[in-house]
C-alpha cells in the first residue's frame, strides 16, 4: 500500500508540473499578442517608406536628368546670343545708329532690315531663356520637395528600426522563455523535434537559442506542439531583421 500511494503522489506531482508548463506557454502566447501585432504594423510601414525612399531615388535621377538638359539648353543659348552680339556688332559697324534716330534714307533702308532680324532673333533668344528658367524653377522646387521627403524619410526609417529593436528584443524574449519551459520540463520532446546538432547543443549542452536562432528554434518546438496546439508564441518569418 505504502508503495502505491507513493507512485500515486508521484503521478499527481508530474501532472501538475506538466499543467504548470501549458500555463506557462498559454500566458506567453497571451504576451506575444503584442509585439507580433506591433511589428506586422512595422513591416506595413517599413513596405510603404521603401516605396517612399525608391520613388526619391527615381525622382533625384529626374531632376538630375533635367538640370543636365537645362545645362545643355543653356550652352546652346550661349552660343546664339554670341550671334546675335556678332550680329548686332555688325550691324553697328555698318553705320547703323546704336540708338536708333533719323538718317539718311538709303542708310535706313540697308539698316531697318537688319535690325528687325535681329530684333526677331533676339526676341526667339529671350523666349528660349524664359522656358529655360521656368523650367530651372520646376526643377528647383521638385528638388526641395524631394529634400523634404528624404528628410522624413531619414526619420520615418530611424522611428521603424527603433521600434522594430525594441520589439525584437521583448519577442526574443518571450520566445526564450518559452524554449526554457520547453527544455525544463519535456526536454526528450525537445531532443524528438530537433533535427540539427545547433539545436541539440541547446538542448544537451545549454547552448545559447540564439546561435542557431532563437526563431527557428521557436519555431521548431511550435511545430513539434510542444507550446500546445493553440498557443502562437512564435510567427515563421515574422520581422527576422532589425
Known amino acids: 500500500m505504502k508503495h502505491y500511494a507513493l507512485a500515486v503522489l508521484g503521478f499527481v506531482a508530474v501532472a501538475a508540473v506538466a499543467q504548470t508548463g501549458k500555463g506557462v506557454f498559454a500566458d506567453i502566447a497571451i504576451q506575444m499578442q503584442e509585439p507580433l501585432k506591433k511589428l506586422k504594423a512595422l513591416d506595413e510601414d517599413d513596405k510603404k517608406l521603401r516605396t517612399s525612399e525608391q520613388a526619391q531615388i527615381f525622382a533625384n535621377e529626374a531632376v ?18 554670341n550671334g546675335a552680339d556678332r550680329m548686332r556688332q555688325d550691324i553697328v559697324s555698318r553705320g547703323c545708329p546704336e540708338n536708333g534716330g533719323v538718317t539718311s534714307k538709303e542708310l535706313a533702308d540697308m539698316c531697318n532690315p537688319l535690325i528687325e532680324t535681329h530684333a526677331n532673333m533676339a526676341a526667339r533668344i529671350m523666349d528660349r531663356v524664359n522656358k529655360v528658367k521656368e523650367r530651372q524653377a520646376m526643377v528647383d522646387q521638385l528638388e526641395a520637395n524631394i529634400s523634404v521627403t528624404v528628410l522624413a524619410n531619414v526619420q520615418e526609417r530611424k522611428r521603424i528600426d527603433g521600434e522594430r529593436s525594441d520589439l525584437m528584443v521583448q519577442r526574443n524574449a518571450l520566445q526564450d522563455k518559452a524554449i526554457g519551459e520547453v527544455l525544463l520540463h519535456n526536454k526528450l520532446a525537445a531532443a524528438a523535434a530537433c533535427k540539427s546538432a545547433c539545436c541539440h547543443s541547446v538542448i544537451y549542452d545549454g547552448a545559447n537559442p540564439g546561435q542557431c536562432g532563437t526563431g527557428v528554434i521557436c519555431e521548431t518546438f511550435q511545430s513539434a506542439g510542444l507550446f500546445g496546439a493553440k498557443n502562437r508564441i512564435c510567427v515563421a518569418g515574422q520581422s527576422s531583421a532589425p
Do not use: G, T
Not at 538640370?67 to 552660343?79: G, K, T, Y
Open 64 to 81: 538630375q536628368k533635367q538640370r543636365a538638359d537645362i545645362q545643355s539648353e543653356m550652352n546652346d543659348l550661349q552660343v546664339v546670343a
